[in-house]
């Protein structure tokens, strides 16, 4: 199975950047889709940004123009790199990916941007 792994989270204050990673192990030849999830406090867990094979990419609209992903497939990596942080971008971030019909996710890293 894939095994996921973020890094980066931290405090931030608003209108800073942040960039997070995540490292991908196992049969990673087999995913086909890769991307980001957040969990703010008290709310569910969403959608923020995705690779899909080929390249192609899809944000959120609450990120649109802000955040940026990136794949590096040679080093196994995927990177969110997020700029004009709001308030309410506050939450877990969770890396997670597709693999053939399964879904894996990291353990996550906490992002907190402080007004």
């Known amino acids: 199975q894939v095994q996921l792994v973020e890094s980066g989270g931290g405090l931030v204050q608003a209108g800073g950047s942040l960039r997070l990673s995540c490292a991908a192990s196992g049969p990673t030849s087999s995913i086909n889709a890769i991307g980001w999830y957040r969990q703010p406090p008290g709310k569910q867990r969403e959608f923020v940004a995705v690779?899909?094979?080929?390249?192609?990419?899809n944000y959120a609209d609450s990120v649109k123009g802000r955040y940026i992903i990136s794949r590096d497939s040679a080093k196994n990596m995927l990177y969110l790199q997020m700029n004009s942080l709001k308030p309410e971008d506050t939450a877990v971030y969770y890396c997670y990916c597709n693999a053939k019909t399964m879904v894996y996710w990291g353990q996550g890293t906490q992002v907190t941007v402080s007004s």
């Open positions: 690779i899909i094979s080929g390249g192609a990419t």
